[in-house]
């Protein structure tokens, strides 16, 4: 499968949501996606019309925790409470992303499936930037999977550092 930039990457499905005040963006993501031959799964919502951003944001954090997509995308006004939504599922690292450095960073170091934009923040071109350096970027393991590793143990272990 040809990704943006032309290289060739393994075949991803991607999950996409959003709240209204990521709607517009999303549809342009989801174009860009579709474009450069992913699968897409679109979990909403559709239209302009408010909605609560948790219930889109836990459906997909929890497909992707479950396996179903390899990848997901989350865009809200800020990005930050999908993010904050999607990190609540056991399994997920989520990753806000305004810029390219970020982008590129939370697959390498942090090996996040989930990236969060916020659709009143970033501009459409950026965004689609960022969108395929996320996709095109892989972690590199060695250091970062042991930080990464510590950071899904935490998950068994509720409560501060150290308790
Ligand atoms: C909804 O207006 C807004 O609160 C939401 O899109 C997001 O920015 C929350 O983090």
């Given amino acids: 499968m040809k990704a943006g930039g032309g290289e060739t990457v393994g075949t991803k499905a991607i999950a996409i949501g959003c709240d209204e005040g990521g709607f517009e963006l999303k549809q342009t993501i989801l174009k860009l996606l579709r474009d450069d031959g992913y699968e897409v799964k679109d979990f909403g919502c559709y239209s302009l019309d408010p909605i609560d951003y948790p219930e889109v944001g836990y459906d997909l954090a929890r497909a992707v925790a479950r396996g179903e ?9 800020t990005g930050i409470g999908m993010a904050i939504v999607a990190n609540k599922v056991p399994g997920v690292r989520a990753a806000q992303i305004h810029d390219s450095y970020s982008a590129e960073r939370a697959r390498k170091s942090n090996n996040a499936q989930i990236m969060t934009m916020g659709g009143r923040v970033v501009g459409p071109e950026l965004a689609k930037s960022l969108v395929r350096i996320w996709l095109a970027s892989e972690f590199t393991g060695g250091n970062s999977a042991r930080k990464v ?7 068994q272990r509720p409560g501060p550092p150290g308790a």
């Avoid at 590793?149 to 998950?155: N, Q, R, S, V």
Wanted: aromatic share 0%.
């Fill in 69 to 77: 997509h390899d990848r997901g995308i989350l865009i809200c006004g």
């Fill in 149 to 155: 590793d510590k950071i899904m143990a935490g998950e």
